[in-house]
Structure formats: C-alpha cells, structure tokens
C-alpha cells in the first residue's frame, strides 16, 4: 500500500487548486524546456475528472528531472510525453509519423540531462493516448522486450489499441534504427506482452491517467512479482469491489498534484507556492463556497482550455 496518506500541506494546495477560480491560462509549470502547463490541465488532477494529456507531459518533465539523481547501479529510463504521436497522427504516412515522432522525441530529450539518445537510455517509458484511455508501451533496451502496461483487467488482445501499438513499435524502432540498429531489429520483431498486474481494474474508467502515472514512477523493468507499485487490490477474491484502492487514488491525485507544482524543475513554483499561501489565509466558509458546483466549473474550463 501506498506509504503516506496526504499530508496538511498537499490537501490545501489540492484544494486551492481545485476550487477553479484562477486565470484558466494561467501557466502553472514550466521547465523552460518543453511546452507550459496552464492551470486548467492541472485542474483535472481533481477526483472524478479525466486527467488532461498535458499533465502526462509535466509528469515526465519532472521524472526525467528525477533520474538525474537516480541511484548508481540503476538502468537510465527516459520518460516520453503522452503527445508523442497522437491520434490524428497514427493516420500518416510512415515518414510523416516517424517525422514527428522525431520532432516530439526532440523536446523530450532536451528536458533531460543527456540531451541526446544514442548510448543513454535503456529503458522507454511511452504513455499512450487510444480514444480516453492511457496506457503504457514499455521498451527494454537491454532485455529487447516490449511491454503494455495497462490498469484495466482482461484477456484482450492488441486489437484493443486499434492498431496504436503496432504503428508506434514500428515508428520508434524506426527512430532508433540509425543509432542503434541490432537493438531496434530485434525490438520490432518482439511480440510485445500485455503485463497481468494484482491491482488491475474492472470498475474505474476514469482514473486510468493516475494508474499511468503511478506505473511510469515506479517501474524499473523488474519481474511484476517484485514490481514495488504500493496500490492495493480493487477487488477481494469473492470479487467484492473494496475500498481501498479508491482512496490510494484519490491521495495520489493530490500527492503528485503538488509533487509537480511544487518541484525544484517548475520555475513557475513561486507562483503557486504565493497563491497557496494567500488561499491558506480564507476563512474556511469562504473556502467551502469557493469549492461549490467546482467540478462543473473545471469540466467547463477544461473545454475552454484544449
């Protein structure tokens, strides 16, 4: 199970946030590097809202950051955004598409302290987009394997991606081919393994951004027996859905809200960190008030904001 519930500090700035009040473009995060994050893609970190694309993209800014301090010993893993290739894009030409795989790959790498791929990475963390549904396309560079790391419970097979995963296999072999052409050639003649995970769901369509982000944080590459993710079981072995696991999500929601805002990679921190403390400062009546009909406000804002 997770080790730490929210903390005082991390349920405030959850809840200032998500009282949808601010300046919807107000931009929240940057690491002067990729794209800005305004405030209303930070919005959905909200429980019972689907996460904004955009959020997936800060999350890998911020665990790119955090491999620079990973521990000796450990496997390098580059962490991609979730618009790598987006939906539009799976209908290109094989050139275009690898194009702007590249062109996307490119801001990726310059978030992160290599700069460039050859000889720095053994592991590649994809988050997927397929209509409102994340997963995640894993590859093992050292291993040659090829994972599909998805919160949702089933024997399905790939048609499930509607062709998604081939095409983006396909195009990230292709950009790895000039660097490192033996390691590409046997990744994309590895049929890629849909990972069976204790924690899998049957009855959350609407969480499936937290799982990916959870995932990405805390997989190494190990054999999933020994994959330390701390989410309990949705269901006990009768089938009963239990509470648990909801809660995990939802604290997850407001701990990596503020793991983000408040990291030394957002250069906008000292902003949030102000508008924090000046929301600290209400009167809780005031606060309450502030919070009312604020889902329906941040459904609104988030049309506002694509």
């Not at 209400?282 to 694509?306: F, K, S, T």
Request: aromatic share 10%; hydrophobic share 40%; with cysteine.
């Amino acid at each position: 199970m997770l080790r730490t519930v929210c903390d005082k500090a991390e349920d405030t700035l959850a809840r200032c946030i998500f009282s949808a009040v601010g300046n919807v473009w107000d931009i929240l995060f940057s690491d002067n590097s990729n794209v800005p994050v305004m405030r209303g893609p930070f919005e959905s970190m909200m429980p019972g809202v689907t996460v904004h694309v955009n959020v997936i993209s800060a999350w890998a800014t911020l665990l790119n950051y955090e491999e620079k301090k990973r521990r000796m010993g450990t496997f390098p893993r580059l962490f991609c955004n979730a618009g790598m290739l987006l939906e539009k894009d799976f209908a290109l030409s094989n050139d275009d598409r690898l194009a702007e795989f590249t062109t996307n790959m490119n801001a990726v790498l310059a978030s992160t302290e290599q700069k460039v791929f050859k000889g720095n990475f053994e592991m590649v963390f994809i988050p997927m987009l397929t209509g409102q549904h994340y997963y995640l396309l894993f590859f093992n560079l050292r291993t040659r394997d090829v994972f599909i790391i998805d919160n949702v419970e089933g024997d399905v097979g790939l048609e499930r991606y509607h062709g998604n995963v081939e095409k983006m296999i396909s195009t990230f072999c292709r950009y790895l081919k000039p660097m490192h052409p033996k390691i590409a050639s046997k990744l994309r003649n590895t049929q890629p393994v849909r990972l069976e995970l204790p924690w899998q769901t049957l009855y959350n369509g609407i969480d499936c951004g937290i799982f990916l982000m959870r995932h990405m944080e805390t997989y190494t590459g190990t054999h999933v027996g020994h994959w330390m993710c701390g989410l309990l079981n949705e269901r006990d072995v009768t089938g009963e859905v239990l509470p648990d696991q909801a809660r995990e999500i939802e604290d997850l929601r407001k701990k990596y809200l503020s793991k983000m805002l408040l990291s030394e990679v957002n250069t906008e921190r000292g902003q949030v960190e102000q508008e924090v403390q000046e929301y600290a400062l209400l009167d809780e009546d005031d606060r309450v008030r502030m919070e009312d009909n604020a889902i329906d406000r941040i459904a609104e804002r988030l049309g506002a904001a694509v």
